[in-house]
């Protein structure tokens, strides 16, 4: 397994390029500046077989239409309690900002938890995370022992749950029963910032820090 993780929009949020040996690869939550995803895409000389989002946010899906057409590649997720995020893409535009989007909809929902996608040699388990969105999913490379969850967790914080269909026992329900179940070396690639491990969270996340 192979990640490269690219910052984009003024939000500052991870995109992961995660490609095997054979350079069959996925993007996950490219969120916007789509010709600095398309042109290192391209430098790195990767077959983009897949585009995998984890909730509906513009800043994790904002430039998935453009990857979508460049690559001629399908979109898959999140899960599809988040559609009305994705209809609503031009007014978080306006809202935020930010380039403007048209809404869109993914080409396949990820409504089971538990499912497993396969490119190439990698492998990843959809994992149902709600709270930050009603339909926030994450992709776990059990493997590799690394997951990508969006904005559920992060280093010593947690996702919002002020939007709109968030909710915050939700959300601390689906770190503890989904994400604390998950080895305490797995690296966690967090939305924004750097990346953690479950056993650094569990010891010392303020928010849902486990007793030892």
Do not use: S
């Given at each position: 397994?192979?990640?490269?993780?690219?910052?984009?929009?003024s939000f500052r949020q991870n995109c992961s390029l995660v490609w095997d040996d054979n350079k069959s690869a996925v993007a996950i939550d490219p969120g916007g500046d789509s010709q600095k995803l398309i042109r290192r895409i391209e430098e790195l000389g990767?077959?983009?077989k897949l585009i995998l989002l984890t909730h509906g946010h513009l800043d994790h899906v904002g430039a998935a239409p453009q990857l979508k057409q460049y690559f001629d590649v399908k979109v898959w997720g999140s899960n599809q309690a988040d559609q009305y995020w994705f209809e609503a893409l031009p007014e978080q535009s306006?809202?935020?900002?930010l380039f403007e989007i048209p809404a869109f909809l993914p080409d396949r929902w990820l409504n089971e938890n538990g499912e497993k996608i396969r490119i190439g040699e990698l492998e990843f388990e959809v994992l149902q995370l709600p709270g930050h969105t009603p339909g926030h999913v994450g992709f776990i490379d059990h493997k590799n022992k690394v997951a990508f969850t969006g904005d559920v967790l992060f280093k010593q914080c947690i996702g919002r749950t002020d939007f709109i269909g968030g909710d915050h026992q939700t959300l601390l329900n689906s770190i503890k029963e989904r994400m604390y179940?998950?080895?305490?070396?797995t690296i966690v690639i967090a939305g924004h910032g750097s990346y953690t491990t479950i056993g650094q969270e569990k010891r010392t996340n303020p928010f849902v820090k486990v007793e030892s």
């Open positions: 397994m192979n990640i490269e993780i690219i910052p984009v929009t990767l077959d983009l306006k809202k935020f900002g179940v998950l080895p305490d070396d």
